[in-house]
């Protein structure tokens, strides 16, 4: 069974940089579109960033600038790093490939 698992989250102050890894076990995802998700508090999970197999990648715009989403050549890691955060990107970040997810990091920017 191939399985996402999330590390690099945890607290900073407005304006510092996360840089979070989403390992597949069991497998690789070469052959999926792999993201990041986000859910705030209170909020519904949105979409953040996905790297397509052409390695091509899309952001939302409240992202577009700061973050950035790579992949290693096998697609048996992905990264999202994140620059210039704000209290806004708080939230619970997911990994997502195909049908997959995480199991979701805790990101708290505070001001």
């Known amino acids: 069974q191939v399985n996402l698992v999330e590390s690099g989250g945890g607290s900073v102050r407005a304006g510092a940089s996360l840089r979070l890894s989403c390992a597949a076990s069991g497998g690789t995802f070469s052959n999926y579109a792999m993201g990041w998700f986000r859910q705030a508090p209170g909020k519904e999970r949105e979409w953040v960033a996905t790297i397509l197999t052409s390695g091509a990648t899309i952001y939302t715009n409240a992202v577009k600038g700061r973050f950035t989403i790579s992949g290693d050549t096998g697609r048996t890691t992905i990264y999202l790093q994140m620059d210039s955060l704000q209290p806004e990107d708080t939230a619970v970040y997911y990994c997502?490939?195909?049908?997959?997810w995480g199991q979701g990091i805790q990101v708290t920017v505070s001001s």
């Open positions: 997502n490939a195909g049908s997959m």
